[in-house]
């Protein structure tokens, strides 16, 4: 079981009450608190995919500028580290002790996220 919370962006306060009527066809979202472009989210997810499936869905509800992750307990982390290790899907620099933090280069952009 992972519980987590988060804080939902919204594109502005307005589409507040129908973006909460979405969230409520999650049935693993609670809604702890909203106020103008913000809501809080408590999800309880079986695993880590269904955690990251659940925070993608919320991401592509109309009006959703932005999900943060605040909070994230994982019963089986140890567990799910192990198996997304042996598949490969961990990056080296989150693994590897030996890497610095000054070493990291992001090669990302956020672009698609400013509008």
């Known amino acids: 079981m992972n519980i987590s919370s988060l804080i939902i962006y919204l594109k502005d ?5 129908a973006v909460q009527q979405n969230l409520g066809e999650f049935k693993e ?4 608190a909203a106020q ?3 809501i809080v989210v ?3 997810a079986k ?3 269904d955690e990251i499936r659940i925070f993608k ?4 509800i109309e009006g959703v500028v932005g ?3 605040v909070y994230s307990y994982q019963e089986d982390a140890y567990d799910n580290k192990q198996k997304l290790q042996m598949q490969g899907r961990i990056s080296e620099i989150l693994t590897n002790d030996d890497i610095k ?3 990291i280069t992001y090669g990302g952009s956020v672009k698609h996220k400013v509008k």
């Open 101 to 103: 933090a000054e070493d």
């Open 67 to 69: 999900v943060a992750m």
């Open 57 to 60: 869905n919320i991401e592509a």
């Open 42 to 44: 408590v999800v309880s």
């Open 29 to 32: 979202c609670e809604i702890a």
């Open 13 to 17: 306060s307005s589409i507040n009450a």
């Open 47 to 49: 695993d880590i995919d």
């Open 36 to 38: 103008d472009d913000k």
